[in-house]
């Protein structure tokens, strides 16, 4: 039912970035394919060509993605590859052109799933080449490798483009409807793995898998870009004036449902290395603030109310929104200044030394009043 193989330090899976740069969404280590020979275990019971065009879509993905996992999450458009000028898109069309002649190994339960070592490297764990003998194993990394670089797209929509105005820079609201569609798209991929591929895998294989295949983290990754979509669909409602105080709050609330889930799914797991407890941080950063924000609303909704009651309740909401704003900033500090950095502290520079321009006007005493004159003088006669 295929065998588990897994080696630790593969040279691709070590190209970690120290610093990512900002990031307005968390995309964890990409998962990398190393190469596969189809022809030796699928020769005699495949046509050739279908091998041929097996080995050439895959060695497709794994050209591209070697070079681009290094740099997904950093904030730029580009990666060059051998392909030249490839883009995150390039390599989301790869693995989409790549799945469905995939599938063809494990159709109507084929025994042709056993018969291929999949090899992948895994960021996110400490054991980072893992080597199974299962087609429903490459399949889900493939539906993985989407997600996350819907995740990344999201992530280059959401950052603040530089403003030549004067003015700080501002994210487009179509920039946001579109960051909203790659968020959903990446919650497909990831609740059709465990759906659909996670089931089909034996409890032996399942137990195996890599740390960020596992069904917590694919879970928690999936609430995650729910979470991040209705983020973005409040940070939309806070700049409509259509908007009502209830819509906020509602949107708020179910924000706080989708990461206290993300954050119950993936707290157990034990990412030990960078990138999962940067992982970590960013889901538990992103629920404290999310109950800042439900409180917030809910407070100002209570204050509408004409009783003490209500105004007291009011009170005890917004002191509670403060309080958990106070801890999200904490929590994001210790994110961002989590390896890989994804935000540089930076001691403030020395201010210029002007001289300076303005002086005091030159002013002079005036002379005494005359009226003092004739005080003089008669304190002079007495």
């Known amino acids: 039912m295929g065998c588990v193989v897994s080696a630790p330090k593969n040279d691709i899976g070590n190209r970690r970035p120290k610093n990512v740069g900002e990031v307005a969404v968390f995309v964890p280590g990409l998962r990398i394919p190393n190469p596969v020979d189809f022809s ?44 030249g000028g490839s883009t995150l898109a390039d390599l989301q069309q790869a693995l989409e052109d790549y799945l469905p002649v995939l599938l063809g190994l494990v159709k109507d339960g084929s025994q042709l799933q056993h018969k291929v070592q999949f090899v992948w490297v895994n960021q996110e764990d400490d054991v980072e080449e893992t080597t199974l003998s299962n087609a429903w194993y490459e399949v889900l990394s493939i539906l ?26 501002k994210i487009s609201e179509e920039s946001r409807r ?23 895998m034996p409890p032996t294989i399942r137990e195996d898998l890599p740390v960020d295949l596992s069904e917590g983290t694919i879970r928690a990754l999936c609430l995650q870009a729910l979470g991040q979509g209705v983020d973005i669909q409040l940070g939309m409602a806070i700049d409509s004036t259509k908007a009502t105080l209830a819509v906020k709050r509602r949107l708020a609330c ?23 407890e940067k992982h970590q941080l960013f889901v538990k ?37 403060e309080e958990f704003l106070r801890e999200s900033k904490k929590i994001c500090e210790l994110f961002n200044t989590a390896p890989p950095l994804s935000r540089i502290i930076e001691t403030a520079p020395a201010l210029p030394d002007f001289a300076l321009a303005l002086k005091p006007d030159d002013y002079q005493l005036p002379s005494v009043d005359a009226s003092w004159n004739d005080i003089e003088l008669k304190s002079v006669q007495a």
């Open 40 to 83: 030796l275990p699928l020769g005699d019971s495949m046509s050739k060509s279908l091998v041929e065009r097996l080995s050439a879509l895959r060695t497709r993905i794994v050209v591209m993605a070697g070079q681009e996992a290094p740099t997904a999450t950093k904030s730029r458009r580009k990666s060059a590859t051998q392909h």
């Open 144 to 169: 993985h490798s989407m997600a996350m670089l819907s995740l990344s797209q999201a992530n280059l929509l959401l950052l603040p483009k530089t403003s030549f105005d004067g003015y700080q820079p």
């Open 178 to 200: 579109t960051a909203i569609d790659a968020f959903l798209r990446a919650a497909g991929y990831l609740d059709c793995a465990l759906r659909h591929v996670l089931p089909k």
């Open 254 to 276: 179910e924000m706080v449902k989708y990461w206290y889930q993300a954050q119950e799914n993936i707290k157990d797991i034990p990412l030990a290395n960078g990138w999962g």
């Open 285 to 321: 950063w992103k629920s404290v603030e999310a109950k800042a924000a439900a409180y917030y609303y809910h407070g100002l909704i209570l204050d509408e109310g004409n009783t003490e009651k209500s105004h007291g309740m009011a009170t005890s909401a917004l002191q509670a929104a």
